[in-house]
């Protein structure tokens, strides 16, 4: 098991956890476009970054935005008007209130027809956009997650192969319990990303943060340990109320 270069944040209120993560977010990207010329993020669904996208919306550094790729981690088999598309909630919450260039914006789904053709699709969007050899994988600057009270992470689950060693880019999900299909990045894509970012918050969340930061759980989420990047768990103190005091 490679050593984990991980660090809790923990944050008395969601203001200060945001406040904190957009300066993140500033520091990453201007970082990877000093470095490479764009800075590439993979954005997760959910309510929990809600907030932070509406924030982060307030950014009119249109510079920053220009250089920009935003793909997304994981997205339920639907129109993107649906409720239940995480690439809606984003346009509503993010895209549609900054300077950036449609070109700089990658759905998953754009008509839901056949689930594993979709994923080929974005297999080959990464593809062409990162250029990596047949047998490696993208690497995104920056990986935003959230986390489920089950060990689920993106679109992974629990009750599915989630194995961190997948040739796959992008995989379809059909699980009994989802009211839709969805697809999701793997976790070899995942743990080829220079930072990986978990945002959690509430006491609903607390118990799975304790099992996961002590390793006592394996579940997806648990398996997220980006080979050569950091990983960062911004928790608010709800989320890591079951926390012994050395581990935040
Ligand atoms: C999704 C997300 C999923 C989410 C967790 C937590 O498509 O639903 O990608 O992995 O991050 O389920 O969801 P909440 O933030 O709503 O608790």
Redesign the pocket.
Known sequence: MRPLKREVLVFEDTRLLIRDLLKRWVALARAAIDENGLFNAAL??????VEFYRQLSRLQNSSLWQKTHLFL????FVPPDDEES?FGMIQDSLLSRVDIPSANIHPMVKDPGDVCRACGEYAEVLQKHFVYPKNRFPCFDLIL????EDG????LFPQMPYHQDSPDTVVPVSLPRLKHK?ISLTLSVINNSRHVLFLIM?AK?SRIVKDIIEGKKACPAACVNPIHGQLTYYLDKEAAQRLSPRKS
């Not at 997760?44 to 970054?49: E, L, M, S």
């Not at 997650?145 to 489920?148: E, F, I, K, R, V």
Request: one cysteine or more.
């Open positions: 997760c669904g959910g309510c929990t970054p981690t994981d997205e339920r995480n997650l959230g986390l489920g689920h992470t993106a679109s969805r509430g969340k």
